[in-house]
């Protein structure tokens, strides 16, 4: 098969043709195709739901003599809080489990740095004249999201096959207005980048020039391999501890992708002194998360063994739908020259690298045809793509059924963009090989 980039005018007009009738046909199907955020599908859904009925009778909720029904404990139950000292690698006394999500308290560890300061800022991040923010990229819209809301300063890392750039880490963090930098070190969101060893000994090493930096390690797939065995990672704060470094780290997860993610559990980790710092912000505005769901996860998860358990049963659901994607791409756009994407072995993402300057037109087609998308542009900074290429895909969520028509449809799209792209002249279509780690 001819890639686009050797194919002359003339066959490239004849393909375009081809190309437009295919789509045509699936528009004409009016179909309703999902793939713009990492949910699990129903059949995971199903498959946990018997957490909601753990709790049987009163004499449950009393767990270490704390009645889970009641007020207090704003750090979490022991109970929950040893489940994910153990899930994370570090001590019970570090951490803070929350609600639902994840993301409401990387919120609030970057609200309360702006409204009061974290343990080392010297003061108030709103009475900063600029306030930086390092935004390894392609990475999580929600995350810079966050630090844009408060009106910080995104400033685009290079991310690398080992993960961010660390020579441009390293000289950024010289500035004294940068305060933090994103991370998401295993199955990184999209990419699906592990983070390499070295990568994480020099990010817990650093020596930034603001006291209050922070590394935000949201470690949201800690656990979510779906092919091949578990990999371990090491504990983040243990190294920022021996590096010099204890309080510089705030570490994140959740069940939101292990059990049911509108009816988690999530938690902080940190270092004692920033645990104890941050319950007296939290004190003012509540007096303890949902102990109830803490405690039915603790009955239900049990520990890291019981949890790896779990995650196998999910594995069974999202392997074939990442085997899907993977075959279709390999089918359909490797031998044309089309793009280049990772093979990831966890996490919720496929990182698709279309040819540059046609991301947004690929995601304007899929749309018009019944396939919803995550904009171009998201996994950047402002959602600015420089080079309008990065599309992420979510595979977790439609049926495999489903999933294999949006992928026929979105495959479709990026070859009528890249010949759009070249019949009008522009930069030719550049390929490149399946990026296989």
Known sequence: MQTYETMDISAARLELAAVQEAL?????????????????????????SDILTVLQQPEQCISDGVDARNYGELAGLPAARRYWADVLGCQPEQTLVGGNSSLTLMYEVIA???????????EPW?????????????????????????????????????????????????DPAVKGIWCVPKYSNPDGIIYADETVKRLAALRP??????????????????SGPFVAFGDILSLCQGAGNPDMVFEFASTSKITLPGAGISVVAASADNIRHLQTLLAAQMISFDKVNQLRHVLYLKDRANT???????????????????????????????????????????SYYA????????????????VTMTPAGATYPYGV???????????????VQELEQAMEIFC???????????LAGKAPCHGGENMVE
């Open 24 to 48: 045509a046909a699936w528009q004409a199907k009016a179909l309703r195709l999902n793939m713009a955020r990492g949910k699990p599908g129903k059949a995971q859904l199903d498959q946990v």
């Open 112 to 122: 309360k740095a702006y409204s009061h300061g974290l343990l080392h800022s010297p």
């Open 126 to 174: 709103h009475k900063l004249e600029r306030v930086k923010f390092l935004c390894p990229s392609p990475g999580y819209d929600r995350h810079f999201r966050i630090t844009e809301f408060f009106g910080a300063e995104l400033i685009t890392v290079t991310m690398t096959p080992t993960g961010p750039d660390m020579d441009q880490v390293e000289r950024l963090v010289r």
């Open 209 to 226: 020039a603001a006291p209050d930096f922070v590394l935000m390690w949201d470690n949201a797939y800690c656990v979510h391999e779906f």
């Open 308 to 350: 790896l358990a779990v995650m196998a049963r999910h594995a069974k659901v999202l392997e074939p739908k990442f085997r899907c994607v993977q075959e279709i791409l390999a089918r359909e756009l490797a031998p044309r020259g089309l793009g280049t994407w990772q093979q990831p072995k966890g996490g919720y993402f496929v």
């Open 355 to 370: 040819p540059a300057g046609t991301a947004k037109r690929t995601l304007a087609l899929c749309k018009a045809a019944g």
């Open 385 to 399: 793509d420089p080079m309008d290429s990065n599309i992420r895909i979510a595979p977790s969520f439609p049926p």
């Open 412 to 422: 479709l799209c990026v070859r009528q963009a890249a010949l759009e792209q070249k």
